[in-house]
């Protein structure tokens, strides 16, 4: 245990100079490297932080947005609504218009429809009724029948509207006159003496007769003169009957 | 001066085994440092991961004992750590001794941490208010603040060339009579011991700084609560 002087002045600066060298070769490289490490990690910390308010602004922006439309999209469906319930007031109001007018349409078809088969149903009765009537006639037709014709024939003649009978003598009175007479069946020869008389004294002279028979008059007879037909027959009746029903109903 | 000890001489300088060692430690702790930290990188690999371990503690403990001064203490605190811690592991070597085993290495890092007590003290507060912490609280109080700089500063000298000399003799010794492989649990004790006594030394030299620094700032502290209340 011995203090030695030289070694311990050499040890002194033996000391700074390592101090110095420790300085220079460690300390002070390794505290740069870690400075530079903390740097680095704070800028990433701190771009991370600026990331994340972004972020965050980003989120606040869009829950905004988000808000924004919410409340535009409520106020749209509303609007939405209020037109819908508009439309469908407009168009009930219409349909009903159109299932007012499509009843009434209907009611009125229904009714034609109604006349129709009401008319029909008459048509048939009556032809039903003309073909009974027909029949019955036609079982009746006979000799006393066409005399009775003739009877009533003469009679119509002499009652014949002046008018009328100004017109019978007016073609009666043309030079090639002559009278068309058509016979169901033959009449009796006193009936058609009866008959030329009363058509001589009606038409005020006497023409030239050509009888004919024809059996779709069924009874009594048919006259012509010139344009003129005189008819007291039964097919006639019953046709005069059948269009003066019809022009009835 | 032992005339054992003396490896050559330069002039009138006679250079000792410690001081050779002591140049050995520099010159390799020197290439280590100025090779590993020659490529330091962000992302770093093993060996730089060891020496930013080493740095970053002792800059946190000398943090932790003195806010603020990490940057400032780093040297001079650090390197009488890693000098210490290598210089008590060389006598592990064969054939080779510990400078710190020479009372002259130990006072001269004594004296260096005694200089560099009133150097950081001076530099903090200004050489008027820092020679009046001697005085306080009363002047009366100047001489043992003198002779408890004194005998801190011998205690530290000697406490750690006790240490180193006794556990190289201790090992010597059990070496010379017992076999090969008996002193092997004495070396491991070695090996611990070299770490605390470089931890302690250290430690100390870290405390009598931070009493001297933070005399002032004691001093402060009070100013700033009397100004409060």
Known sequence: MQLDWTTFLLQIVNFVVLVWLLKRFLYRPVMDVIARRREGIEKALSDAREAEAHAESLRQDYERKLAEQDRAHAVEMSRLGDEIATERVRRMAKLEAELACERERHAALADKQVTEAARKAGD????AALGFVSRLLGRLSGPELDRRLVDMFVADLADLAADQLAALREAAGAPDASLQLSLARPLAAADQSRLEAALAATLGRE???????DESLKAGLRVGIGPWLLAADLADELAFFRSGARRGC | ????????????????????TTWAVML???????????RLALDPGRLQTVLEGVVSAIHTAIEEALPGYGERLLPFVGSLWIFIAIANLVGILPGAASPTGDLSTTAALAILVFLSVHWFGIHSEGLTAYLRHYAQPSPVMIPFHIISEISRTVALAVRLFGNVMSLETAAILVLLVAGFLVPVPVLALHIVEALVQAYIFGMLALVYISGGIQSRQNRSSRNEAGASS
């Open chain 1, 207 to 213: 023409l030239p007769l050509s009888v004919t028979l």
């Open chain 1, 124 to 127: 048939e009765a009556r032809e």
């Open chain 2, 1 to 20: 001066m032992d005339t054992e000890s003396i490896i050559f001489t330069i002039g009138p300088l006679a250079i000792t085994r410690p001081v050779v």
């Open chain 2, 28 to 38: 390799g702790l020197t290439l280590l440092c100025a090779l590993a930290t020659r």
